[in-house]
């Protein structure tokens, strides 16, 4: 089976500018996570849904940044204007269900110069 | 709010076993995990634990949990190099979807 699926795996872009990433979760799973890496903080949640609806988006660290799941299949994270302190890792996982474990996507890394 | 604490490195020899700890806060918490990072990868899920549970085994890998002490283990056993990797602990609430991260510990496998 195809795991959670993220792409694009790496982008480099210049401050001001708009970053789409997307991930396509586990067929079958109702829950959907993005995460935020970076050395100085860890692993932080910045958003969930479940069943396509945002449940919890205290995470998300200011305005510029927004997510949606139109579908069961598809969500994107949105950054606009992008600035160079969003350089990080994101990571998208989905779950069966809300208290089932989480599967991890391999991640984009993002730069911005 | 929650917290989990994590050594942040381990260092061993190849055939030992490996011990990696974890502490929590949240006496609430239901399930408890244990995920793997390798360079340049997302985080694999390896195994994880019900609160009800004290142990539980998958062929090389071990975890204890005493939830008293809010401690939990993960055990290696005849650790490879391709262990080597970042071990994060977690840990859940039934009531909520949200999982509570350590900050991981790098584990180094030497030959």
């Known amino acids: 089976d195809a795991g959670v699926i993220q792409s694009p795996r790496h982008e480099v872009t210049e401050m001001g500018q708009e970053v789409t990433l997307r991930c396509k979760p586990i067929?079958?799973?109702?829950?959907l996570f993005w995460y935020r890496q970076t050395m100085m903080r860890g692993l932080e949640l910045l958003i969930y849904f479940n069943n396509n609806v945002p449940i919890d988006d205290s995470g998300m660290p200011e305005d510029r940044f927004s997510a949606k799941m139109p579908n069961a299949s598809f969500s994107t994270l949105k950054i606009q204007p992008s600035e160079p302190r969003d350089s990080a890792v994101y990571f998208c996982?989905?779950?069966?269900?809300?208290?089932?474990?989480?599967?991890f996507g391999d991640g984009t890394r993002l730069s911005i110069l | 709010g929650e917290d989990v604490e994590q050594s942040l490195f381990l260092s061993v020899r190849e055939g030992d076993s490996s011990v990696i700890n974890c502490t929590y806060t949240?006496?609430?918490?239901?399930?408890l995990y244990w995920y793997k990072q390798e360079p340049g990868a997302g985080l694999q899920l390896l195994t994880y634990?019900?609160?009800?549970?004290d142990m539980k085994q998958d062929q090389r890998l071990t975890v204890l949990l005493n939830k008293k002490d809010k401690h939990l283990s993960l055990r290696i056993a005849d650790t490879q190099t391709g262990d080597s990797a970042i071990y994060f602990c977690?840990?859940?609430?039934?009531?909520?979807?949200?999982?509570?991260f350590g900050k991981g510990t790098m584990l180094l496998v030497s030959p």
């Open positions: 996982a989905s779950a069966q269900d809300r208290d089932q474990p989480q599967h």
């Open positions: 949240d006496s609430s918490s239901t399930y």
């Open positions: 977690a840990e859940g609430d039934s009531g909520y979807s949200t999982l509570t």
């Open positions: 067929s079958g799973h109702n829950s």
């Open positions: 634990i019900f609160s009800n549970m």
